[in-house]
């Protein structure tokens, strides 16, 4: 499940991140993520937290659908393999070049790598 500050408060009425993900994984939730804007995320499978970095845009354009295009990556790179924070940072980085641009992600997986190389990390 992947959910905001907001949602994430809304749902459990706590607003610490930790304790949230600690009390949805409770309720059957098996990988928690929750997106902290400029402050990255952080996800829990019931055991560890892992604290993804967010990557620092060249400029914001259009933030609408950066929490969906963050579920797609970590989704996407989870079925293909990779650990909870291989896929949590493809996530953030996939996130980073959406918020870029106007309108759907619109990059590939070689841009992707290329933001996780390059790019400054916020926190």
Request: hydrophobic share 35%; charged share 25%; proline share 3%.
């Amino acid at each position: 499940l992947k959910v905001n500050e907001h949602e994430m408060e809304v749902l459990t009425g706590l607003s610490d991140p930790h304790e949230a993900a600690r009390k949805l994984h409770e309720w059957g939730v098996k990988e928690v993520l929750v997106t902290l804007g400029s402050m990255g995320s952080l996800i829990y499978d019931g055991t560890d937290f892992y604290r993804i970095p967010a990557y620092k845009p060249g400029q914001i354009v259009d933030a609408t659908g950066c929490g969906d295009t963050y579920t797609i990556g970590y989704l996407y790179q989870r079925v293909s393999g990779a650990s909870i924070e291989e896929a949590g940072r493809f996530a953030a980085a996939m996130s980073t070049l959406k918020i870029e641009k106007s309108g759907p992600f619109c990059g590939n997986k070689e841009d992707v790598i290329r933001c996780m190389e390059t790019a400054e990390q916020m926190y």
